[in-house]
């Protein structure tokens, strides 16, 4: 049916960088395919709210960040290998979290930071930063 895969979570340290995936293999109803969808990416600490990391439109032209990440993550895709990455640099111990891959119909043009938005999720994958 849907599938979404993360992986490339691991600990890191202070001012290092991580490389996240999302592996899509997208089954949706009307036939809509991965390049069809607005893809994000969002993260959950213990204890807190999931919250909108990065978006980006189904043909890449459209992204949007949130600001505490601004300038540092870098959000991509390669629709032909049906796949979503997530560049992260000068990480920071505030940026631990588990970083969940999204998929949204509604945000396919125009990315939402709006958790009911999306349609389909992955498992989740673990970030560590230590200081």
């Known amino acids: 049916q849907v599938q979404l895969v993360e992986s490339g979570g691991g600990l890191v340290q202070a001012g290092g960088s991580l490389r996240v995936s999302c592996a899509d293999s997208l089954r949706a109803p009307s036939g809509r395919l991965f390049s069809e969808y607005g893809m994000a990416w969002f993260r959950q600490a213990p204890g807190k709210e999931r919250e909108f990391v990065a978006g980006?439109?189904?043909?890449?032209?459209?992204?949007y960040y949130c600001d505490s990440v601004k300038g540092r993550f870098t959000i991509s895709r390669d629709n032909a290998k049906n796949t979503v990455y997530l560049q992260m640099n000068s990480l920071k111990p505030e940026d631990t979290a588990v970083y969940y891959c999204a998929a949204s119909w509604y945000g396919r043009t125009l990315p939402t930071s709006k958790a009911d938005d999306y349609d389909y999720w992955g498992q989740g994958t673990q970030v560590t930063v230590s200081s």
């Open positions: 980006i439109s189904w043909g890449g032209g459209n992204i």
